[in-house]
């Protein structure tokens, strides 16, 4: 049974205990006007993650999984739970800015159809994060990626056109898909889409849902008035960040490419990563590309990867 109104705040904690303060401490400051539950989900932290939860946020509702599940079952987990007529999914390395949430729900609810809402990311010193929203992938922008046009030509709306160009994320805009740091979905859509697919261990399950969105007809929305600081991929370190990136690149090929263009993709992915390599060999900067190329067999094919990182 659902609440009126309510927004269920499904977060997936994995070793955030150093963010939990910022993240669940600020979600009252962000939700003044709506009411709302904390659904959080441990996928097994060996940090002091579970502790803090139970001691200094004893009203959230806690999910703890014994194995790390990834980040998509998790978030499913979490939200079977659910008893809002919303589902909001919110990163552990967030802080929630005055009134972002009553914002993003007052949008959603005035601009009814869209399916997937999002709003403004800034990095900790202010900056614009563009993650908060992308393009979908393509063909056409993998193929981009892999030889190299996506860095030469960046923010290129032809040759790199997942980012969406110089578009700072400062006006209302239909997007390909919402990042899952600051999602917003009706509870109705949400359950229509089957939530995330949890062959997406994490990365990529965001552009999965909103591609499969568009199929239904809806438009994911942004509104530059809801904005968090995210300080992203915080629990990564930046080599492992990139074989589950690729991996899930690689899944969403597998499932949205079709005929040529999925082994095409596949083979401009491995390009891709090659060629940031050699350049970060010949620069000598540490990038993480040249690891991640290293390790371009436990990602290459898509997720399940060997060993989870």
Same mark, same amino acid.
């Given at each position: ?37 904390? #659904?959080? /989900? ?30 998509? &079952? ?41 399916? #997937? ?10 900056? /614009? ?21 996506? =860095? ?20 209302? &805009?239909?997007?390909? *898909? ?21 062959? *997406? ?17 809806? &438009?994911?929305? /942004?509104?530059?008035?809801?904005? #968090? ?7 990564? =370190?930046? /080599? ?10 690689? =899944? ?22 090659? #060629? ?18 290293? &390790? ?14």
């Amino acid at each position: 049974m659902t609440r009126d109104g309510l927004v269920s705040i499904v977060m997936v904690t994995y070793n955030s205990a150093d963010w939990l303060d910022s993240s669940i401490g600020t979600i009252g400051r962000g939700a003044v006007d709506v009411p709302c539950e904390v #659904i959080v /989900v441990d996928n097994a932290s060996a940090d002091d993650s579970v502790r803090q939860l139970q001691t200094r946020f004893p009203d959230v509702k806690l999910i703890v999984n014994p194995v790390n599940e990834g980040f998509a &079952r998790a978030v499913n987990r979490g939200a079977a739970t659910a008893e809002g007529d919303w589902i909001l999914l919110l990163n552990p390395d967030t802080e929630v800015a005055e009134g972002a949430i009553d914002a993003l729900v007052t949008f959603a609810q005035t601009n009814p159809g869209h399916g #997937i809402y999002g709003g403004r990311t800034v990095t900790p010193v202010g900056d /614009v994060d563009p993650s908060s929203c992308w393009g979908l992938p393509s063909v056409w922008s993998t193929a981009c990626f892999g030889l190299g046009l996506s =860095t030469a030509f960046k923010k290129s709306l032809v040759f790199d056109p997942e980012s969406l160009g110089r578009w700072q994320r400062d006006s209302v &805009r239909e997007v390909g *898909f919402v990042s899952g740091s600051l999602l917003l979905v009706p509870r109705e859509v949400w359950k229509e889409l089957g939530g995330f697919d949890e062959r *997406f261990f994490v990365y990529g399950e965001d552009a999965d849902l909103g591609a499969r969105a568009h199929a239904l007809g809806y &438009r994911p929305i /942004v509104t530059p008035n809801a904005t #968090i600081v995210h300080a992203v991929g915080a629990s990564s =370190t930046r /080599v492992n960040k990139l074989v589950l990136l690729f991996a899930g690149k690689a =899944t969403y090929a597998d499932t949205h490419f079709h005929g040529i263009g999925r082994p095409l993709s596949k083979v401009m992915l491995q390009s891709g990563v090659g #060629i940031r390599a050699l350049l970060s060999s010949v620069s000598k900067r540490e990038t993480g590309w040249a690891g991640a190329w290293q &390790r371009r067999r436990e990602w290459r094919n898509g997720f399940p990867l060997q060993d989870q990182c």
